[in-house]
């Protein structure tokens, strides 16, 4: 019966996003107060339940996420994407132009989102393509596939928050694990691809962009240096070691993790800490001649856009609440063991059943990570590692296939002026190589460690 429940909710939830085209905040918030009633949760503890839900998941999320559009907002209103795609591409030349965009963009898009990163970055692409020719899909899918990487796989973007949240995963570690995964997956799944697609399928620089004024394209009187750039970008990294770094030695009885310091500076290393700091920094070195009321101003207008996606993320941990409290995770872990199946397996099939469905990447993220936590808590041999790599798995299948449900489908084929065929034929292929090659990487990366 729980297992029908479950269906029946899963359905229901499709239908609402699908049919009735329901905002998935509303439509998570519906499902998951059915779903406790249908269950039989007492009447008295299904608001507080789903509450918990809600508010845990948002504890961890909003701070990061928050944080995270601050960095990244500044990063582009001082003109610092333009400044290292610039560089980058000055260092490796002519023929490696592709790369240095897709190396820009890595370093970019740890944190900003993707279609904010991919708006800033086009003119800086078009403009590219322009001065070295050949196929637009060439210079502009190695930098729109990190974007999309960076934002599937890795801390502060909300799917992998959320999901880390859910399953209990350290995100630090998440955040180390996941670069480790999103390099050689976007190499391979993302640049390999994009040389390959490229040679086949010829796309010319958009109308729009040829019939613009340069002028048109972002302009900053001053802007940063590289090196403040990359300062920016590296140094959240650099912080998050301190945790986990100093976690690893005092767990191999190296140091005494009690001691003051060592606690000190593992604070420093907690991933919301780490951004703090990264945000004060990026301040100081970006600000330049602009008043403390116009920093207030852009760090304010980050948030905005950001609104949206940190409720749906909450809903899905509210989903999630519900799903635990209601025992239905538990009779899915039970069924999973029965079938045998890897959950790092199940975790990629069942994101990916969720993404062709409704479209959203952070919807089958979240989802499918409420879906998993009872079958994750139960499982007592699995790693901190282990852990990750689910969380890696549920993002390759939140990835794949994105067609036209998807509102990053319409962003590439709309700025790139592609039809709807010569779309799915380059960028729903490109997606797919991204899922299924970090998938890859995570059902190694489960065996190994």
């Not at 890595?106 to 279609?115: A, E, R, S, T």
């Not at 045998?340 to 069942?350: D, E, L, T």
């Not at 009872?374 to 969380?391: H, K, M």
Request: aromatic share 8%; proline share 5%.
């Amino acid at each position: 019966m729980l297992l029908f429940i479950m269906g029946a909710a899963i359905l229901l939830l499709l239908i609402l996003i699908i049919k009735f085209k329901v905002h998935a905040f509303v439509a998570l918030i519906i499902v998951s107060l059915l779903t406790a009633l249908a269950a039989g949760i007492p009447v008295d503890k299904i608001l507080p339940t789903m509450l918990n839900g809600f508010g845990g998941t948002l504890a961890s999320v909003a701070l990061l996420v928050g944080l995270g559009a601050m960095i990244g907002r500044l990063l582009e209103i001082t003109g610092g994407a333009k400044v290292l795609a610039d560089t980058l591409i000055n260092k490796f030349g002519k023929e490696k132009a592709p790369l240095a965009l897709g190396v820009a963009s890595l370093l970019f898009g740890f944190p900003i989102f993707f279609d904010a990163g991919l708006v800033v970055m086009l003119p800086i692409i078009f403009s590219v393509a322009k001065q070295f020719g050949g196929s637009v899909l060439r210079y502009a899918f190695p930098s729109a596939g990190a974007f999309a990487v960076m934002h599937a796989f890795l801390p502060p973007h909300p799917g992998p928050v959320a999901s880390g949240d859910l399953l209990g995963v350290n995100i630090g570690l998440l955040v180390l694990v996941g670069l480790a995964c999103a390099i050689p997956t976007w190499y391979i799944g993302t640049y390999l691809f994009s040389e390959f697609i490229s040679k086949r399928i010829h796309v010319d620089l958009p109308k729009t962009f040829l019939n613009a004024q340069p002028a048109s394209e972002t302009a900053v009187q001053n802007p940063p240096s590289f090196s403040k750039v990359l300062t920016v970008l590296v140094l959240p990294i650099i912080l998050i070691l301190f945790d986990t770094g100093l976690n690893t030695l005092s767990v191999a009885k190296v140091i005494d993790g009690s001691q003051p310091w060592v606690e000190g500076l593992r604070l420093i290393g907690k991933t919301p800490v780490a951004l703090l700091i990264t945000l004060i920094v990026a301040i100081l070195l970006l600000r330049d001649t602009r008043s403390l009321d116009q920093i207030e101003k852009i760090c304010n207008n980050a948030l905005g856009p950001i609104c949206s996606i940190v409720l749906v993320t909450g809903a899905g941990g509210m989903f999630g609440g519900v799903l635990r409290a209601s025992g239905i995770g538990d009779v899915l872990s039970e069924m999973m063991q029965d079938t045998g199946m890897p959950i790092v397996v199940a975790a990629f099939m069942i994101a990916a059943v969720f993404r062709v469905a409704q479209g959203s990447a952070t919807v089958a993220l979240t989802t499918t990570a409420a879906l998993l936590a009872p079958t994750v808590a139960a499982a007592t041999d699995l790693s901190q590692f282990d852990l990750c790599f689910i969380v890696i798995a549920i993002a390759s299948g939140s990835t794949v296939l994105s067609h036209v449900n998807d509102s990053g489908f319409w962003l590439i084929s709309r700025f790139l002026e592609m039809d709807e065929k010569t779309t799915l034929k380059t960028w729903t292929l490109l997606e797919t190589s991204i899922g299924v090659t970090g998938f890859i990487f995570a059902l190694i990366g489960s065996i190994l460690l």
